[in-house]
């Protein structure tokens, strides 16, 4: 099985022009907290949860796993990537085996519409590329999620193909990394 599994992690933090994407940390939490229950965020994403829930449910230092970047500006957590495993009963794979490695991310709405996602989407994907020479990449996101669709572009997924899951179609995308 080839992915995150086989690269050392945590990475050391990756720098961008604007951005700091790191490991998780005890200070994050509370802006974990108000990501997860952010109507705004939860629209593509089944929605928010419940704040005391949350406050319950989120452990002191959140997201400390392989393949989860905090991404912070100026020290403070904006948004998230995560690189997982798809997992193999769910729809949309580039490999008939399944299980490849899946881009996720969420940020703040006051983070929205300055170009972070892309900033940071596309540092995380060029690590990958280099911890995991030639792996492919997916991502998956509700066709109806324009500001997804336009930033999967952007970075260069390509269409695989567009299915139901969740109640609503979802477009589902590859991004191949050049081996050189």
Same mark, same amino acid.
């Given at each position: ?22 490991? *998780? !940390? ?5 802006? &974990?907290?108000?990501? =997860? *229950?952010? $109507? !705004?965020?939860?629209?593509? /994403?089944?929605?928010?949860? #419940? ?6 449910? @989120? $452990?002191?230092? #959140?997201?400390?796993? #392989?393949? &989860? &970047? /905090?991404?912070?500006?100026?020290? %403070? ?9 798809? +997992? ?5 794979? /580039?490999? $008939? ?9 969420? =940020?703040?709405?006051? %983070?929205?519409?300055?170009?972070? %996602?892309?900033? %940071? ?6 690590? =990958?590329? +280099?911890?995991? $020479?030639?792996?492919? @990449? ?5 066709? +109806? ?11 260069? =997924?390509?269409?695989?193909?567009? &299915? ?11 991004? *191949? #990394?050049? *081996?050189?």
């Amino acid at each position: 099985m080839t992915g995150l599994e086989h690269a050392a992690w945590p990475p050391a933090p990756i720098r961008t022009e604007r951005l700091v994407l790191r490991a *998780s !940390e005890a200070r994050d939490r509370a802006a &974990f907290i108000e990501l =997860f *229950s952010s $109507p !705004e965020v939860g629209t593509y /994403v089944g929605g928010p949860r #419940p704040r005391a829930e949350l406050e319950r449910a @989120v $452990p002191a230092v #959140p997201g400390r796993r #392989p393949g &989860f &970047f /905090v991404i912070d500006l100026d020290g %403070a957590m904006i948004g998230m990537i995560t690189l997982d495993r798809r +997992a193999a009963e769910r729809p949309g794979h /580039v490999r $008939p085996e399944g299980g490849e490695t899946e881009l996720g991310y969420m =940020f703040l709405p006051e %983070a929205w519409g300055r170009g972070y %996602a892309a900033e %940071a989407c596309t540092a995380a994907l060029d690590w =990958f590329a +280099a911890a995991l $020479p030639g792996d492919p @990449v997916v991502l998956c996101t509700q066709n +109806a999620n324009d500001r997804a669709l336009r930033l999967a572009a952007k970075l260069g =997924f390509t269409e695989v193909e567009r &299915f139901e899951e969740y109640g609503a179609e979802q477009w589902f995308g590859v991004w *191949s #990394p050049v *081996s050189s």
